[in-house]
C-alpha cells in the first residue's frame, strides 16, 4: 500500500524559510517521479516542483531559485527546501508520486497523494 505523508508545514514571516518533508512507503523511487503541488484558498491545485529517480528536477517559473527538491534514498523522503519565502507562497503544500515517464507537471498525471501540510507566510 502506497503512503505517502507530508510533514515541516508552518507560519514563518516573508523572506524566512521552511523545509517540507515527504515520507514515502510502499513504491520505489527508481520507478516513480516524486512532486510537490500546492493549493491556495480558492484556487487550483498548482504543480511546484518534481524529481525523477535519477535526479532530474523541474519548477514552476514563480519557485526557481529559492525552493529545491531532492530525494534521500536512505530515508524514503522526499524533502522540499523553501528559501526567501513570499505570502503568496501560502498553500496547501502537497507530496504526490506517478510512474509516468519524464517530468509531469499537472494534477491528473499522478496516481498517488498525500493529505497536505498548511504553509503560511506573513507578511
Known amino acids: 500500500q502506497v503512503q505517502l505523508v507530508e510533514s515541516g508545514g508552518g507560519l514563518v514571516q516573508a523572506g524566512g524559510s521552511l523545509r517540507l518533508s515527504c515520507a514515502a512507503s510502499?513504491?520505489?523511487?527508481?520507478?516513480?517521479?516524486m512532486g510537490w503541488f500546492r493549493q491556495a484558498p480558492g484556487k487550483e491545485r498548482e504543480f511546484v516542483a518534481a524529481i525523477t529517480w535519477s535526479g532530474a528536477t523541474y519548477y514552476t517559473d514563480s519557485v526557481k531559485g529559492r525552493f529545491t527538491i531532492s530525494i534521500d534514498f536512505a530515508l524514503n523522503t522526499v524533502p522540499l527546501q523553501m528559501n526567501t519565502l513570499k505570502p503568496e507562497d501560502t498553500a496547501v503544500y502537497y507530496c504526490?508520486?506517478?510512474?509516468?515517464?519524464?517530468?509531469?507537471?499537472?494534477?491528473?498525471?499522478?496516481?498517488?497523494w498525500g493529505q497536505g501540510t498548511q504553509v503560511t507566510v506573513s507578511s
Open positions: 504526490a508520486a506517478t510512474a509516468r515517464l519524464g517530468i509531469p507537471t499537472t494534477r491528473p498525471e499522478y496516481e498517488y
Open positions: 510502499g513504491l520505489p523511487f527508481s520507478r516513480h517521479t
